[in-house]
């Protein structure tokens, strides 16, 4: 037999498996349900609600798996800023033909929570709803799939 014929088995058998790539952070994108939110220093208090995020850009409020609003909201993401950046806004037009302005905002996303706050048309600096600001502070936590 001939001798690199057994070498080249020989490596080939005993190389290591190839690994599979990780796994890539999907981001904000899928489903999240409200654990905290508080507005202008006030803790809001209502029915739980649930947020996906879709890959496409579109912010989905659902409480019981019902949309809140006939359309969704359109996010844009910055993830390179410091902190990243988050900006929200209707996707159909006001009611007196206006132009919708984007809710400008901030996120942080860590492990399974991910904090969002929106200031309206002034993007907040801090993850804060201090006393009298106009001020959205959201924290969120990752739907486990039962995949």
């Known amino acids: 037999m001939n001798v690199a014929l057994i ?3 020989a490596v080939g058998v ?5 690994k599979e ?7 904000i994108v899928g489903e999240w349900v409200r654990e905290s939110a508080s507005m ?3 803790t809001i208090k209502s029915p739980d609600l649930q947020y996906e995020f879709t890959a496409h850009g579109l912010w989905i409020t659902r ?14 993401l910055d993830s390179k800023a410091d ?7 209707p996707l159909v037009r006001l009611d007196d033909n206006r132009a919708p ?12 929570t991910l904090t969002i706050c929106i200031g309206g048309n002034v993007r907040p600096k801090t993850f804060e ?3 009298g600001s106009r001020n959205l502070l959201l924290v969120l936590k990752r739907v486990k799939r039962k995949d």
């Open 14 to 18: 005993s190389a290591p498996g190839l």
């Open 40 to 42: 202008g220093g006030t």
């Open 21 to 27: 790539p990780p796994k890539k952070d999907p981001g």
């Open 7 to 9: 070498l080249g088995v």
């Open 101 to 112: 302005s984007p809710m400008l905002g901030i996120y942080q996303l860590e492990g399974d």
């Open 129 to 131: 709803s201090p006393d």
């Open 83 to 89: 902190p990243p950046t988050i900006d929200k806004w």
């Open 63 to 76: 409480r019981d798996g019902v949309a809140v609003k006939s359309y969704p909201d359109v996010y844009e």
